[in-house]
């Protein structure tokens, strides 16, 4: 069965400092890892996608990923309060036969004090 | 650029009354269609995905139901709402399997 775990939080950072968000997975076949962005209300938006071990940077936003341990992080440097939100990490594995959607974690509550 | 569109963006129905709810998505051709549900206090929960006219598959089994009639639209439908159907349902689309996928702007649906 597919699982993707997320602490929920909340995570409270100061602001301009890191934030660090873990996610794991259970499904060693996962080969496509994705980070959004959740404001209360809100619809997700895509952060960041990742395919292949190591980091990727995007401008504040780094993403980590470790196949072999199965986790998969986000880092939010020099944090705003507008950074405050809910992060879903959400997995993907190679269908079978046909188009199958991302599984998510239940997302981690940040909040960014100032 | 491509663009998702949903609605409506809230719904209230009472128990036991029809649903259906619309995505439609501008941009792009044959892309992978997905109804997701979340309720609250919990995580996304994908209900329905497509990958191409006439073409649904099912996650879920419940009361629910998903139809593709044209490329770049995809319903979900009710025959009869049950309270346990609240939530907030979001319409996605992928271009390509195993790639990321955009939202829609959602429907909070409340039964009543």
């Known amino acids: 069965q597919k699982e993707v775990e997320q602490n929920s939080g909340p995570l409270s950072v100061p602001e301009g400092a890191i934030a660090s968000l873990n996610c794991t997975y259970s499904?060693?076949?996962?080969?496509?890892f994705f980070w959004y962005r959740q404001y209360s209300g809100k619809s997700p938006e895509l952060i960041m996608s990742?395919?292949?071990?190591g980091d990727k940077e995007d401008g504040r936003f780094t993403a980590q990923l470790n196949k072999a341990s199965q986790y998969v992080s986000l880092l939010i440097r020099d944090s705003q309060p507008s950074d405050s939100a809910t992060y879903l990490c959400a997995v993907n594995i190679i269908p079978r036969g046909g188009a199958d959607g991302l599984t998510f974690g239940k997302g981690t509550h940040l909040i960014i004090q100032p | 650029s491509q663009t998702i569109h949903q609605w409506p963006a809230t719904l209230v129905q009472p128990v036991g009354s029809p649903l259906s709810l619309e995505c439609t998505v501008e941009?792009?051709?044959?892309?992978?269609l997905y109804w997701y549900r979340q309720a609250a206090g919990r995580g996304l929960q994908l209900l329905f995905y497509?990958?191409?006219?006439?073409?649904i598959s099912s996650e879920v089994p419940q009361n629910l139901s998903a139809s593709r009639p044209q490329d770049r639209q995809f319903i979900l439908s009710s025959k009869k709402l049950l309270l346990s159907d609240s939530g907030f349902y979001l319409c996605a689309w992928s271009e390509l399997t195993n790639t990321e996928a955009f939202f829609g702007q959602g429907t909070r649906l409340t039964v009543v």
């Open positions: 497509s990958v191409g006219i006439g073409q």
């Open positions: 941009g792009t051709s044959n892309p992978n």
């Open positions: 990742i395919y292949s071990n």
């Open positions: 499904d060693r076949g996962s080969q496509s």
